[in-house]
């Protein structure tokens, strides 16, 4: 689910290299990816990724 709504929010190339490569202070300085891989929940992935990016509340 988490890969659908990043590549519905940002088209599957951009939502590729977001979770590549964006470091997120709120996941303790990780990328999606890596937070991820340590075992953080998809749904706290995602709502760092919409406040790092101010999707809208209704996208969220």
Known sequence: M????????FGQVRAE????DHVLSAL???TA???LEAGTGAKEVWIAICE????PE???
């Open 2 to 9: 988490f890969r659908k709504l990043m590549s519905g929010e």
């Open 52 to 55: 790092a990016f101010d999707v």
């Open 33 to 35: 990816d890596e937070a």
């Open 28 to 30: 303790g300085g990780r």
């Open 17 to 20: 290299m977001i979770a590549r």
């Open 58 to 60: 209704d996208r969220r």
